[in-house]
């Protein structure tokens, strides 16, 4: 069948209403007004979320940014007060029901029992979403499994650490096989290696069952190691969106920085004059030269050869890819770590 | 019915959790055993004054002694609730499909049955005291007890919803209990008292479940006093529990 052929019947399904090109979450001016003694507080101002199916989004963002607060109205857990949304095809605000079904939900902090064991844990969450006790026993133990928490399953909560803790949260959010799966900050305190192995979990999700990850974050690596797209959120408002790597190709270059044991004025010349396009700054209390240049893999070679050949000793060479964080700073002036 | 499902998982769960840590069952018990011990047997001197309600002291203190555990056993209940809100269980039940009510429910349900096995235990201990039980007093006692719980509990969930912290909730409970209490002629009969407490105190529902539940530990089966105690102990619960449905319905849409 050919292009055009292919194109005109799906022209003509999608008008007949039997296929549907489905979003698995779509926002339109979705926000949220708190009032308070003070007055009214805009925790999200209006923001469009388009997701697709199968897709890793993050959403990035320094506390109080909002990304609680819309991961909230997503969840049917607070209401918007403007706005649409259809979160897993249906409608928030007329089927909130129906998203409950199909979701998953890991709340920041925590969500489980202290006296409660592992596998109960378990087990209840399966009945909450009125699965028969026979197939939540399965899933109880399917899921004991893919988090590897069979060592601790019959351990009241209080006793884990907070790595294993926050696995049965995350497991408890999969009980239900849900097709769209929220994650609130779902590493936050965790230790390097907890966190890793989560990240693990979480790409699982979707290779295995195909599932679409909606995950807030504060860490950039986070980001950057688990999502496909990134939505930044600053007061409110989505700022900026993209794959990580269009984001930071964004910034505009590489930063090379270099220690010269000499005259820094000097040494900025020297490059001025090799290389074209480049921005250098000369931060006080210190001997670096920290430039900002395209393809700075390319234009090191140069710089440090022209500085030779004006016998300038280098004492230190550094290359550094922009971050997620070099974003955040140039879009909103406020770095997303000073935040935390 | 989806929401007696919910309800009973609920309810399996919270008693598990609390067969877990059996520690604060007895705590619960401890205060009601000192009153039996330690002020019981001043009653005693007390029966013989005039106006005193028919009975020796212990038919007419145990009932009240029943009244209070129901009454504050169960009162501050909105502190678990507030405990589980913090610890996020009640957002991951409100994100699920199941009803709201029957988190409410559940834990309503919880209460009464942990106020049944107290008010058995405190009713056999008066026993060697000097009570005479016979099995209208035990299941009247503990029909009274399983309906009081439902009242105050509901009422400490549904203030405990809206608020969200402790701090409230204790000042709620401060300024109710102690008027509830000393009207309810729990510790000292309300025909000891002057006659405008004594109108004032006929407008405590509690006070009237009291004095029907001393008819029946008195050994009288049915009356007018015994009726007028059922209906008032209904009443409290089913306007509580009505109360409580609709606030929990209300922050949790």
Known sequence: MGFETQNALLRIALSMGTVRIMNM?????????????SGAVNAVRGVDIDVAVGEIVGFLGPNGAGKTTTL????????????????????????PVGVRRSIGYVAQGHSTERAAQVRE??????AFYGIDPREGAKRADELIEAFELGSFQNKVIKELSGGQRRRVEVSLGMVHSPKLVFLDE?????????????????????????????????YLEEADALCDRVLILDDGQIIASGTPDE??????????????DGDRDAARDVIAAAVEGATIETPEGGRALRITIANGDSQLPIILRALDA???????????????DDVFLKLTGKSLRDEN | MKVIHDTLIVYRRQIRHSLRQPAWLVFALVQPVFYLVLFGPLLE???????????NAWSVFVPGLLVQLGIF????????LIEQLRDGIIDRMRVSPMSRVAILMGNVLRDATVLIVQATILTVLAIPFGLNLTWQALVGGLIAVILLAISFASISYAIAMVAKDEEPLVGVLNLFSPPLLLLSGILLPMTLAPQWLQYVSDANPVKHVVDGLRQLFYGELWNSTVGWGLFAVTLMAVVCVAGATRTFQRENP
């Open chain 1, 121 to 126: 844990e378990l087990l209840d969450q399966a």
């Open chain 2, 73 to 80: 056993g169960t009162l501050f209940a909105g502190f678990g």
């Open chain 1, 72 to 95: 909230r109205m997503l969840t049917t857990l607070i209401d918007p007060t403007a706005g649409d949304a259809t979160v897993a095809g249906h409608d928030l605000r007329t089927d």
């Open chain 1, 310 to 324: 004006a016998g300038m000793t280098v004492a230190t060479v550094q290359l550094a890819r922009p971050s997620l």
């Open chain 1, 247 to 260: 984001l930071k190709r964004g910034i505009g270059g590489d930063l090379i920085t270099v220690e010269v």
């Open chain 1, 25 to 37: 979450i779509t926002t339109r001016g979705l926000a949220r007004t708190f009032r308070s003694k």
């Open chain 2, 45 to 55: 001197q007390v029966a013989n004054t005039p106006g005193f309600p028919e009975g």
């Open chain 1, 186 to 218: 779902p590493t936050t305190g965790l230790d390097p290696q907890s966190r890793a192995n989560l990240w693990d979990h979480v790409r699982a999700l979707r290779e295995q069952h195909g599932s679409t990850v909606f995950i807030t974050t504060h």
